[in-house]
């Protein structure tokens, strides 16, 4: 064989010169156009992502929650308007004495310790409360809102700690918690 030419077989030409088989050519090219194709995907890929409008889940709540007054079982032969005094006075005689919040779960769950305060006359259950997240400028960010199946005896107080009221967002920096409705035992 002549050292100026390459020799035959299996199909394949190899060159003396350049040291790279035609299939191994071949091989090289498509790697390139498939190398090229995925970054033009990728491409394309995150600009629709960045177009695409944010999901709900993820948009912060620009509205506060509207609260309601407390529900308290009356005497069933009460009238309309001795019904809204017992409401009325059931939220006034039931407070959050002390309320104090940390991070969980990695930072993304808050827990609320508070203490509920109850002046009534009788026992109530399943308290509702709502707490408001802001940021530390004081914009709001969520509000989260738990039913505490516990109940809290007549003239008596209960600390409840470290309830999971909720994911929260990473930017909240201050939480105020309030009683919404509650329940006679």
Not at 69 to 83: C, F, I, M, Q, S
Not at 104 to 121: C, E, I, P, Q, Y
Not at 148 to 171: C, E, H, Q, W, Y
Request: charged share 20%; net charge positive; aromatic share 6%.
């Amino acid at each position: 064989m002549n050292a100026g030419f390459g020799r035959i077989g299996m199909g394949s030409v190899v060159g003396t010169g350049e040291g790279l088989s035609r299939s191994g050519a071949v091989t090289s090219v498509w790697v390139k156009r498939g190398m090229l194709w995925l970054l033009a995907a990728i491409i394309i890929g995150s600009a629709i992502w960045l177009l695409m409008p944010p999901s709900e889940g993820n948009v912060a709540q620009t509205e506060p929650v509207k609260l309601a007054l407390a529900t308290v079982d009356p005497a069933p032969a009460a009238t309309a308007a001795e019904t809204s005094a017992a409401e009325a006075a059931g939220l006034d005689r039931l407070k959050i004495s002390s309320q104090t919040w940390r991070r969980g779960g990695l930072g993304s769950k808050a827990l609320v310790t508070f203490t509920v305060r109850n002046d009534n006359d009788y026992a109530v259950k399943d308290v509702e409360i709502v707490c408001a997240f802001t940021r530390r400028d004081g914009s709001h960010l969520t509000d989260r809102s738990r039913v505490l199946a516990d109940t809290v005896s007549m003239k008596s107080r209960k600390t409840f700690a470290r309830v999971p009221v909720g994911f929260i967002n990473v930017n909240a920096d201050q939480a105020k918690c309030s009683l919404v409705t509650a329940r006679r035992a």
